[in-house]
């Protein structure tokens, strides 16, 4: 059972980046997965949630209009689609399961998840 990130890198202020999360030894079609973020000296944060099995998302203030979540449940894959990066947005980006909902107030708790990607490198800058 685990999950895997890729899809990180560096990109200019503007740009877009797609990142994905690849999971093995359960199905997405029954748990919910979140993508987190930490940015250096900075605690971790939820940034987006999505549940195949009953088709809700929910995105952070912080990347509302700009991030997209996605799945592909014959690749048992979540992927993030970043637009009009911001350097803000630099972080080591990490999936995660175990949450039961992507409605649930603890959707950004990190209590809430007992399985993490190794995480990938997300850079925006000039």
């Known amino acids: 059972v685990q999950l895997v990130e890729s899809g990180g890198g560096l990109v200019q202020p503007g740009g877009s980046l797609r990142l994905s999360c690849a999971a093995s030894?359960?199905?997405?079609?029954?748990?919910?997965i979140s993508w987190f973020r930490q940015a250096p000296g900075k605690e971790r944060e939820g940034v987006s949630c999505?549940?195949?099995?009953?088709?809700?998302?929910s995105y952070a203030d912080s990347v509302k209009g700009r991030f997209t979540i996605s799945t592909d449940n014959a690749k048992n894959t979540v992927y993030l689609q970043m637009n009009s990066l911001k350097p803000e947005d630099t972080a080591v980006y990490y999936c995660?399961?175990?949450?039961?909902?992507?409605?649930?107030?603890?959707?950004?708790?990190?209590?809430?998840?007992?399985?993490w990607g190794q995480g990938t490198q997300v850079t925006v800058s000039s």
């Open positions: 030894g359960f199905s997405l079609d029954y748990n919910p």
């Open positions: 999505i549940f195949s099995g009953d088709g809700s998302t």
């Open positions: 995660a399961a175990g949450v039961s909902s992507c409605n649930s107030e603890y959707v950004q708790s990190l209590y809430e998840y007992n399985l």
